[in-house]
């Protein structure tokens, strides 16, 4: 166990490396010029200059690169060039909203996933149909669309929930609640129906299994057979499932904040991709891709305890 988690955080310490350093390197060549950007068109070619000095964009691209990675290594990820502050301490005071969209649709697309996945393989029938018709709307609804919808049904409408803005969970909890229910419920029905549709064909697998046969002929309850057998071996598909879709949903949250107007990573990125931020952008990207690590060692460690033959993969 301690051997396959080990292979799994050292391919994941590569894999951020990997992408944080392809990033630097293709916002550092292609493009405008971020100095040109940041003074306007009217700029002349001696503020720019200038400009370029102050940001330290004259020096070598490779000089630049290491002394990026330097600082990003101990948790400096620079400053900001549009608002001169802290891209780390910018990133803490945003990093909170976007995680709880994120974790908090994860969870709730999993248990809702999984739930109805698995009752739709055992019971079958129309309840199975049901399901299927459900997947495949939420397959097709956009987050953004639905975003719009419970905004304006449940928050401009009825008036049950604030339209925008969010309440930290430490200033209230039942404010910080009523700010990321929407939220999250508009990026959790595509995901549910996702992982409900990989559980339901992971489980309808297991029961076709020889040992599931076995199980039931030793007169084993059929709770525990269900439970302990079909449900464990079936559950390392909807946990991949699950981590590519918390992959995705770090990307969706970007519109889903928009509409809601949260102060999240997502409108971080959008402005200050607007502003050619470079370093602001390269520290959200190096947040994410950690972030992405850890929920991926942790889905490892899970899937890892349930099914011991994927630790010798």
Not at 95 to 124: C, D, F, M, N, W
Not at 204 to 211: E, K, N, T
Request: proline share 4%; no cysteine.
């Amino acid at each position: 166990m301690v051997r396959f988690l080990l292979t799994r955080f050292g391919g994941a310490v590569v894999l951020a490396f990997i992408v944080s350093t392809g990033t630097f390197f293709l916002l550092s060549t292609a493009g405008a010029d971020p100095a040109a950007a940041l003074l306007g068109i009217d700029a002349t070619s001696a503020q720019i200059a200038v400009k370029r000095a102050e940001l330290g964009l004259d020096a070598p691209l490779p000089s630049r690169y290491l002394n990026w990675l330097g600082g990003a290594l101990t948790g400096n990820l620079g400053t900001s060039w549009s608002t001169n502050q802290q891209v780390s301490s910018l990133i803490a005071t945003r990093l909170p909203v976007t995680l709880s969209l994120a974790v908090g649709a994860i969870l709730l697309s999993s248990v809702l996933g999984i739930t109805l996945g698995y009752i739709s393989a055992i019971k079958r029938g129309w309840l199975d149909r049901t399901l299927q018709f459900v997947v495949v709307i939420g397959y097709g609804l956009p987050g953004f669309w639905v975003a719009l919808v419970l905004s304006t049904v449940f928050a401009v409408q009825l008036g049950w929930f604030p339209a925008t803005g969010y309440t930290p969970f430490t200033q209230s909890p039942t404010g910080w609640a009523g700010t990321v229910i929407l939220p999250i419920v508009a990026l959790t029905l595509g995901v549910a129906a996702s992982i409900a549709q990989q559980t339901r064909d992971s489980v309808l697998d297991v029961l076709r299994q020889g040992y599931v046969r076995t199980l039931r002929s030793r007169g084993l309850p059929h709770w525990r057979v269900l439970v302990l057998h079909v449900l464990r071996n079936a559950a390392a598909a909807p946990l991949g499932v699950i981590s590519l879709q918390f992959i995705g949903l770090l990307g969706g949250a970007i519109m889903v904040e928009n509409v809601f107007a949260l102060p999240g990573l997502g409108t971080f990125a959008v402005s200050s991709s607007i502003s050619s931020d470079v370093p602001a952008i390269l520290g959200i990207v190096v947040v994410g891709a950690v972030t992405v690590v850890i929920v991926n060692l942790i889905l490892d460690s899970v899937m890892a305890w349930l099914n011991p033959k994927v630790r010798t993969r």
